[in-house]
């Protein structure tokens, strides 16, 4: 099983003790202060809702997943707010961007436009398909703010394409520029995928996992749920990503119901992680 790799038997304070970049570093201490390796993914449209989602489930989580085009009536005074609650709950912050395109227009929408991400999102994402210049472009602007980077190397959904040679390849890539790249979506641990070039034994690249859920296998549009066990213990991912699994549908949410979620799947992540370090 992979999550017998090397990494995967670490505490996430011996990684973050030796972590280079500055984002991994804090999302590791984070991690490791707060015992929670619970991702909230708020995907919902509405400025209200998503800020009172994420003042519930901020103390439960290390860190919180935005999508900032889906908010109705986005302004920057939201991501003020978004700051404060980071400050007040101690979280880090991941805007699920999946950036696609060619280095130079990557750059110009991660720095610029409505949302400017780059200015307070402490982690972004991106689809390998472009090839290595997909890093360089996002590099150019996140590196001298300290922010990481994730490549979607696999996806939940049913039929996705990213798998086999297209995910070796995303592997490579990152470890080519593992100064800006501090990990994968993924479903499992990529040590063994691709061409290691470990060589100093000192890869570390953190695996962020969405498609979690304990009372659900899936929904309507090709979403695939697996429980924290599966996804930390065996598999052994470094961090579970859930949100309808805590917010439900969304619209009108039931603060305690919320609160409750959050809590149920930060202890599961929780006692996956120390069942898997045991
Ligand atoms: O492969 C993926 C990659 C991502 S980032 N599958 C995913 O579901 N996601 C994101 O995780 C997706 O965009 C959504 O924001 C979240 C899962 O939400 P849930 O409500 O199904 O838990």
Redesign the pocket.
Known sequence: MSSSSRIAAQTYAQRAAKHANPAAKALLETIERKQSNLCV?V?VTDRDEFLDIIDTVGPYACLI?T?VDIIEHFDLSLIERLQELSSAHDFLIFE?R?FADIGNTVALQYSSGVHKIASWSHIT?AHPVPGPSIISGLASVGKPLGRGLLL?A????KG?L?TGSYTEEAVNMARAHRDFVIGF?AQRRMEAVGTSTDTNNDEDFLI?S????LDSKG?AMG?Q?RTPKEVVTESGCDVI?????IYGKGGNIDVQSVQKQAERYRNEGWAAYQARIR
């Open positions: 993914s995907d997943k999508h699920d999946k994402n979607l696999e996806m939940s959904t996705s990213a979506i962020l969405p498609g979690v859920g929904d979403q749920y990503i859930v949100g309808r699994g």
